[in-house]
């Protein structure tokens, strides 16, 4: 990690305070308006916001753009980079762009396959991987070079995030791809949300048995449950996402104007939980399309003020 | 081989429309094996646009011929006087056999009437799958034997994508995750330690991205 | 359709289903034309015969192989089931009806089976109508 302060994310994870981010998806359409009333409703209980790539592979207003509109409201946005739809050249270029804008953290990742999205006809791209590019912008970052070696006039230097996903398949390798990941220049790691929370653990152990915590910054990806269904369709529809069987049936055991609440509730024990993890230095709450709760659970969870 | 499927009767018809005098020229080396477009795909073939043809009461003559490769001239002139007879030509070989056919004989329409897909192996009898993409710079040594660039929907050199769940691929339950296969692999091969390093991004100039591809042996070329 | 037709049947048998299809039909001759194609056993029928039976006119096809689990050659009627099926779909690519062609299941010289079985050939024809490619 480098020493210079890059980012206000890094700074307080650095100073060891317990951080929260939050996710914010970008319109399907061109209003600037509909990015701001989220940040509204983020500014003051996050630490930064993360701003998706077309998430889904569904067309969406560019997560450059959406990171601007956040960045002039005084928010501290994390870029979200897929590798799916950009060549190396683009993704550069965007990299440099977003650094003159004034954007300071970037997340790389793979991204959902096109076929999910709404326009599966396209061709992908997957010039490089999203190890490829988190190296690619450590370089830029520590050497102030680019992929070609070029000597960049004024390098941007980004505080480096990756995904981890401690439910996917396989699991024993999971953990080498971390370390791999932190090999290759990650400096904070934010993981699928969690519901099976003994599994998470485990790969907790096994990161930390690793040395890798002492490496990284992990934050704990949670998501807020509306109900069974919800719970339901993540497990069985949506890749890479464990929700265990006896999670479900509380969801369904209560009557249904409760089940936001309940939701809720388990969030809270989620994020009681990860607070104390050794080696987890932070909570990011994906409530998709769900902004407006991100607040509601920030105080609930006693982690407002933040600093 | 190279794997294709026969194109709809539906499409065929209207690719044939403009014509009273059609060969369909079949292919009996990877068509062949895949059952697209050999000596026998063109005989059925002929029979049912003999039938749809006198159905939809369309007057129309089809010859059949099949030869060895349509990737070689010295068998394709084995068609040629079967090409001269009629007003155009539906080639059931490959893209490539299909064009060096249409290059051959400028003046005469000659027309895809199979999909080529991929270079694939027989998995089993009846089932074709895809094993190779032609990236022109060959890691298979470093990932056991299985290629990610063709295997796995992303192309990731760097192991898998946090799509990836029992085994099988986010895009398509059936399909196994192909990192799952390499690390499955190389756990027998006892190279586990490979999927630590680190793969830097491929030069994809070796591949058709780089434009149309050519390769001389001069050592061949007299 | 017309009163007078009296429908072509190409029928495909394997000789272990029956052995002579000529004295099973005398009731059938009555009202239906029928060509046989014997053969030692079913997976002799490729997709290019039975195809080649409706352009020489036939109004129906139908493919008599032994009862499942009891080819002779182990596979064969599997085999014929699965080419039929083919060119059942064929048929109704082509618009020519996949229905004209049928595969039956038949115990060796089980007359009265087959006789049912051309008698309903016949029934759908009735329905069908004749051959529309000839």
């Known amino acids: ?307 | 081989m190279i794997v294709g499927k026969q194109k709809s009767i539906s499409e065929i018809k209207s690719i044939i429309a403009p014509f009273k005098k059609v060969l369909i020229l079949g292919c009996g080396t990877c068509v062949k094996t895949c059952f697209a477009g050999g000596e026998d795909e063109v005989s059925v073939l002929a029979s049912a646009l003999r039938l749809a043809c006198k159905m939809d009461g369309k007057d129309i003559e089809i010859e059949e011929f099949t030869v060895e490769r349509q990737c070689e001239n010295e068998f394709i002139q084995e068609g040629a006087p079967a090409i001269a007879r009629n007003e155009g030509v539906l080639s059931l070989a490959c893209g490539a056999g299909v064009q060096a056919v249409a290059r051959r004989f400028a003046r005469t329409p000659v027309l895809p009437g199979v999909n080529t897909t991929f270079i694939g192996v027989l998995e089993t009898q009846g089932v074709f799958t895809e094993e190779c993409a032609g990236c022109g710079d060959c890691k298979l040594a470093v990932f056991g034997g299985i290629c990610p660039v063709t295997r796995c929907a992303k192309k990731l050199l760097n192991g898998p994508c946090g799509g990836s769940q029992n085994g099988k691929c986010e895009v398509n339950p059936e399909t196994d995750c192909a990192w799952q296969l390499i690390i499955d692999r190389l756990r027998i091969l006892g190279q586990m330690d490979n999927l630590r390093i680190y793969v830097a991004p491929k030069n994809w100039q070796t591949s058709l991205s780089g434009g149309p591809r050519k390769m001389v042996r001069e050592d061949h070329m007299i | 359709m017309t009163e007078n037709f009296k429908p072509k049947i190409t029928l495909f048998h394997c000789i272990n289903a029956f052995g002579d299809a000529d004295e099973l039909f005398t009731n059938g001759s009555k009202t239906c034309e029928i060509k046989t194609v014997k053969m030692a056993c079913s997976s002799m029928v490729k997709d290019v015969f039975l195809l080649r039976a409706f352009e020489a006119g036939a109004d129906a096809v139908v493919v008599m192989v032994c009862p499942e689990g009891q080819c002779r050659y182990v596979e064969g009627n599997i085999r014929a089931k699965k080419r039929v099926a083919w060119v059942r779909n064929l048929l109704d690519e082509i618009g020519l009806d996949g229905r004209r062609l049928s595969l039956t299941h038949m115990s060796a010289g089980d007359q009265a089976a087959a006789t049912r079985t051309i008698n309903d050939v016949v029934k759908k024809l009735a329905e069908l109508g004749p051959n529309p490619a000839v």
Not at chain 1, 19 to 33: D, H, M, Q, Y
Not at chain 1, 182 to 195: E, L, N, R, V
Not at chain 1, 295 to 306: C, D, F, H, M, Y
């Open chain 1, 1 to 307: 990690m480098s020493e210079k302060p890059i980012s206000r994310l890094q700074v307080i994870l650095s100073k060891g305070e317990f951080a929260v981010t939050a996710e914010c998806g970008p319109p399907r359409g061109a209003n600037s308006k509909v990015v701001r009333n989220k940040g509204e409703l983020l500014n003051g209980y996050v630490d930064a916001v993360n701003v998706t790539d077309n998430q889904t592979a569904i067309v969406r207003m560019s997560s450059i753009a959406a990171c601007t509109h956040l960045l002039h409201m005084g928010l501290e946005p994390v870029m979200q980079m897929v590798v799916r739809d950009r060549n190396r050249i683009a993704l550069q270029s965007d990299i440099m762009g977003a650094y003159s804008l004034g954007i300071r953290n970037i997340l790389c990742l793979s991204g959902d396959h096109q076929s999910f999205g709404s326009q599966p006809d396209a061709l992908n791209v997957f010039d490089i991987d999203s190890m490829n590019l988190i190296r690619t912008v450590q370089t830029m970052r520590d050497e102030g070079k680019d992929m070609s070696g070029f000597e960049l006039n004024d390098p941007p230097r980004m505080f480096i995030g990756a995904a981890a996903n401690p439910f996917a398949d396989p699991f024993e390798y999971r953990v080498i791809r971390l370390a791999k990941k932190i090999d290759a220049g990650a400096d904070f790691i934010q993981t699928q949300c969690i519901y099976n929370m003994a599994r998470f653990k485990e790969w907790m152990k096994m990161a930390r048995e690793e040395g890798l915590t002492e490496k990284v910054h992990i934050l704990g990806g949670v998501t807020p449950l509306k109900s069974a269904g919800m719970a339901k369709f993540m497990n069985n529809k949506v890749a890479g996402m464990d929700v265990p069987d006896a999670l479900i049936k509380r969801m369904a055991g209560v009557p249904k104007e409760k089940a936001v609440e309940e939701g809720i509730k388990i969030c809270l024990e989620t994020i009681a939980e990860l607070r104390d993890i050794n080696g987890v230095h932070g909570v990011h709450i994906m409530a998709i399309e769900w902004e407006d709760i991100v607040s509601e659970i920030v105080k609930a969870a006693g982690l407002t003020p933040r600093p």
